[in-house]
């Protein structure tokens, strides 16, 4: 059981969390500064240190949460679903996230980087809170099953899947942000017939 003090000191550095998001939504990343969120907070600057040493580290922390919360939405689609539709569902929860959240995904994204040396050969590679993770964990469920065709590694078709997805979900998160279009609808034709064709017949 956490102690008073541990609860304080989660409850503080969320709140410096959602002022960061809400300053970088707004404002943008390049305006963001511990002394800012410290005004906003009616907190002192140094003791911002306390929770984080820089606004890089806010900033990672900022994408970190983003990146939980997309993992989360993605969990949500029941594993035993018959396969196929398991992979539209997740492309769908993928798509659905950003559009609910459209400046904290573009934000996710347009700051973060893996490095070249994290690029996985396989779902063992990565790590459980990654939205990938999740996708190459099904698309390697399906292949060693025999539903789905091999003509390209599990990292390869999971790869594919999630361009198709990310790029739905950019879109719909930043220019087609406020065009009137049943996107949902659109997206699920996509995911269907995309998935269709890696599926064994």
Known sequence: MRTPRERRHERTRDAILSAAIEMITREGADKLSLRKIAQRLDYSPAGLYEYFGSKE????????EGNTR????MKQVPASLPLEQYLVALGLAYVTFARQNPDYFAFMFMNRAIPPEAMPG???????????????????RGQQAGLLTRSGTSLE????????????ATLQATYLRHVPFDFAAADQRAMESFVAGLMRE
Not at 122 to 140: M, N, Y
């Open 70 to 73: 997309l993992v989360n939405a």
């Open 157 to 168: 078709t999971a790869y594919s899947l999630w361009a198709l997805v990310h790029g739905m």
């Open 122 to 140: 396989s779902a063992d590679d990565l790590p459980d809170d990654d939205g990938f993770t999740v996708l190459i964990q099904a698309v390697e």
């Open 57 to 64: 580290e806010i900033i990672d922390a900022v994408c970190s």
